[in-house]
């Protein structure tokens, strides 16, 4: 079963801290995607990518940055936590291409939050 | 600027009756329609594609219908189940920006 792979399901940093969220997909997918979702706004991208080290900004990439070395990770940096940054990440893969044509496959989110 | 619209209240329905949701969008002129399913503290699963040029798709019990001219999505599940209670969300592509627009999700229950 293929799968996008998150690793906590519930983090709780202090305001100020640098915080990493990683992202393992096993299905040799190009594009990898960052999300947050809050209550009423829905899914706002952040960042993504299509290759390894290649990076384009979402929606909001204000306060995050990101890295990808390696073709199956993908991380997401806060650097410098904020209140207003509490809320779920999802990461999410796509195969190279159309990226409209595939369905994305989703992790199960990162609860973060910022105290 | 584009938009797009899923129903905003939750959708209460009978177990076994069919259920149906609906994706506005404007502004966009979307190659692909694509619907998922998130259950609560979990993310998106995605259902089904349907091009611009298919009015309608099916698997199992989801049926979608896609019209380019009403600018509008219809997703149906038929012989809805209490299990079928999630909510679903609506994305359209249609760009070289290699980006999805969501919606919001409306939030359907079955009851037993």
């Known amino acids: 079963d293929v799968k996008v792979t998150q690793s906590s399901r519930y983090l709780v940093k202090r305001t100020g801290e640098k915080v990493f969220l990683e992202c393992v997909q096993d299905m040799d997918h190009e594009n990898m995607f960052w999300y947050r979702q809050d209550p009423g706004l829905g899914l706002r991208l952040i960042y993504f990518s299509y290759d390894v080290k290649m990076k384009e900004k979402g929606d909001i990439p204000e306060g995050y940055s990101v890295s990808r070395e390696k073709k199956e990770r993908f991380s997401l940096i806060l650097e410098s936590a904020s209140t207003n940054q509490t809320s779920m990440y999802l990461c999410?893969?796509?195969?190279?291409?159309?990226?409209?044509?595939?369905?994305?496959?989703f992790g199960s989110g990162t609860r973060l939050t910022v105290v | 600027s584009q938009k797009i619209e899923q129903n905003s209240e939750a959708l209460n329905i009978q177990e076994g009756k069919t259920a149906t949701l609906t994706c506005n969008y404007t502004n966009y002129s979307p190659a692909y329609l694509q619907w998922y399913r998130q259950d609560p503290g979990r993310g998106p699963v995605f259902l089904l594609l349907i091009r611009e040029n298919e009015k309608e798709k099916r698997k199992e019990r989801l049926k979608v219908t896609f019209d380019t001219t009403l600018k509008q999505s219809l997703f149906h599940i038929t012989a809805s189940q209490p299990a079928d209670s999630a909510t679903y969300l609506c994305a359209l592509w249609g760009g070289n920006n290699r980006k999805l627009i969501w919606g919001l999700g409306t939030s359907l229950a079955v009851n037993p």
């Open positions: 999410a893969s796509s195969p190279w291409g159309s990226s409209g044509v595939y369905g994305y496959t």
